[in-house]
């Protein structure tokens, strides 16, 4: 069974510096999708950033990045320049191609210090 | 807009009364799907449908049903709610990974209800 896992049920950062948070997952399909969510106080959850597995390019949106490292079964997020809207819980999340069935990790809740 | 409305948005109820939770999403989206949030536990599918009659469950679908007639909506029941359910419920939308619009399988959640069951 697949599963997502994030080790860090918490982590601070200084505003304007550099945080990466990390997610592994396991499976033996070779056809997925993974993701990073934010979900800020409001509860609204937020895509940040998608990974296709068959794409060896990191995927990058402005400050948000991410290191895939397909054969580690490592997806971590890297946010650059941390602003206080960053403060959020982050989900990593795995999607399985064949039938659509979604995992979760439980979520790093992120704190930005001033 | 488009989004994911989902009603009621907060509900307290007691064991064993019947409830639903409607979910209802206006992208055309042939994926939908269920979610409950506890601390400590972060996300778990509970139904999710590839499209209209299909449906299979996720990773917690005990005490759950769900139905999709229409594409546009997708209802969780609770039978029979016991206190072990109360929780935060998301649903979500989607194309399907499989779908042509391979690229567009992001999720759009709804803004969440919060269930107790006493």
């Known amino acids: ?114 | 807009e488009a989004q994911v409305t989902q009603n009621p948005r907060y509900l307290i109820t007691v064991t064993g009364k019947k409830l639903t939770v409607t979910c209802s999403q206006n992208m055309n989206h042939e994926y939908m799907s269920w979610y409950r949030q506890d601390p400590g536990l972060g996300l778990r599918q509970i139904y999710y449908s590839m499209n209209v009659e299909v449906t299979d469950k996720g990773d917690v679908p005990e005490g759950y049903k769900v139905s999709r007639k229409e594409k546009r909506n997708f209802p969780l029941i609770l039978e029979s709610p016991s206190p072990n359910q109360t929780s935060l419920y998301f649903c979500a939308s989607s194309r399907a990974s499989g779908s042509r619009f391979r690229g567009a399988n992001v999720l759009t959640f709804g803004a969440g209800s919060r269930l107790t069951v006493l």
């Open chain 1, 1 to 114: 069974a697949q599963t997502v896992t994030q080790s860090q049920p918490e982590m601070s950062v200084q505003e304007a510096e550099t945080v990466t948070l990390s997610c592994t997952y396991d499976t033996s399909e070779s056809d997925y999708y993974l993701f990073w969510y934010k979900q800020p106080p409001s509860r609204q959850m937020i895509l940040v950033i998608r990974q296709e597995a068959y794409k060896q390019q990191n995927a990058t949106e402005n400050r948000f990045s991410v290191n895939f490292q397909k054969a580690a079964k490592s997806f971590s997020l890297k946010i650059s320049d941390s602003q206080l809207g960053d403060a959020a819980m982050y989900f990593c999340a795995y999607r399985r191609s064949a039938d659509d069935k979604i995992i979760f990790g439980k979520g790093t809740r992120l704190h930005i210090l001033p």
